[in-house]
C-alpha cells in the first residue's frame, strides 16, 4: 500500500449535516472487526489518508459520499474497506446467501477495474465472503454468471455496467 506523503498532510473539506468524527488510524474505527483491523495491520495499513478518515466514518453510518481527490490519495480503500468489512461480518449460511451486488464501485477505465478488483482481493485475503466480481468488455459473459449466481461486491466500469443493465439481467 504506497502512499504518497505530500497528500498525506493535505485536508478534506466535508459538507453535510451531522459530518461524523473522523478515525484516523485503523484502530480507531469501531466498525471493524478485530479480525479484520491485525489483518490490515499485517499488510501495512495502520494510518488512514485524511480522505479516508473521513469517509469511511460516513459510509459506515450510511451517508451518501462523493469524493473528489488526486491520485493515491485512498479513495479507493476508502470504499473498499468499509465494504469488505460490512460484508466480512455477515453470517454466510445457505438460507442467507445475497444474491448481489450489495455494492457497485464505479471506475473510470477497463484497465482501473483490474487495479481495483486486485485491491478488493487483497483486502478479502483469499476469503471465500464477501464474493467480489468485476466486469470489464474482456470478461462481460463470464463475469454476468457470476453476478447471478451472487455476489456482494461488483466493481465496473460505466459502458460494461450499462450493457448488463440494459440487457435485462436482474
Given at each position: 500500500?504506497?502512499?504518497?506523503?505530500?497528500v498525506l498532510q493535505k485536508s478534506c473539506i466535508c459538507y453535510g449535516q451531522r459530518v461524523?468524527?473522523?478515525?484516523?488510524?485503523?484502530?480507531?474505527?469501531?466498525?471493524?472487526s478485530n479480525r479484520f483491523r491485525k489483518y490490515l495491520d499485517s499488510i501495512g495499513f495502520i494510518n488512514t489518508t485524511p480522505l479516508q478518515a473521513h469517509v469511511i466514518p460516513c459510509i459506515?453510518?450510511?451517508?451518501?459520499?462523493?469524493?473528489?481527490?488526486?491520485?493515491?490519495?485512498?479513495?479507493?480503500?476508502s470504499y473498499l474497506i468499509p465494504c469488505v468489512a460490512m460484508f466480512?461480518?455477515?453470517?454466510?449460511?445457505?438460507?442467507?446467501?445475497?444474491?448481489?451486488p450489495k455494492a457497485v464501485v464505479l471506475c473510470?477505465?477497463?484497465?482501473?477495474v483490474r487495479k481495483v478488483f486486485n485491491q478488493a482481493q487483497l483486502l478479502?485475503?483469499?476469503?471465500?465472503?464477501?464474493?467480489?466480481?468485476y466486469l470489464d468488455i474482456e470478461s462481460e459473459?463470464?463475469?454476468?454468471?457470476?453476478i447471478l449466481n451472487g455476489c456482494e461486491i461488483?466493481?465496473?466500469?460505466?459502458?460494461?455496467?450499462?450493457?448488463?443493465?440494459e440487457s435485462g439481467v436482474s
Open positions: 500500500l504506497e502512499t504518497d506523503f505530500d461524523p468524527a473522523p478515525y484516523e488510524t485503523v484502530d480507531s474505527n469501531p466498525c471493524l459506515v453510518k450510511p451517508r451518501p459520499v462523493v469524493c473528489i481527490s488526486t491520485p493515491q490519495s485512498g479513495k479507493t480503500y466480512q461480518d455477515v453470517n454466510q449460511t445457505a438460507n442467507e446467501i445475497y444474491i448481489g473510470s477505465s477497463h484497465k482501473k478479502t485475503n483469499g476469503q471465500e465472503f464477501p464474493r467480489v466480481t459473459a463470464k463475469s454476468t454468471a457470476s461488483l466493481i465496473s466500469a460505466p459502458s460494461p455496467l450499462r450493457r448488463l443493465i
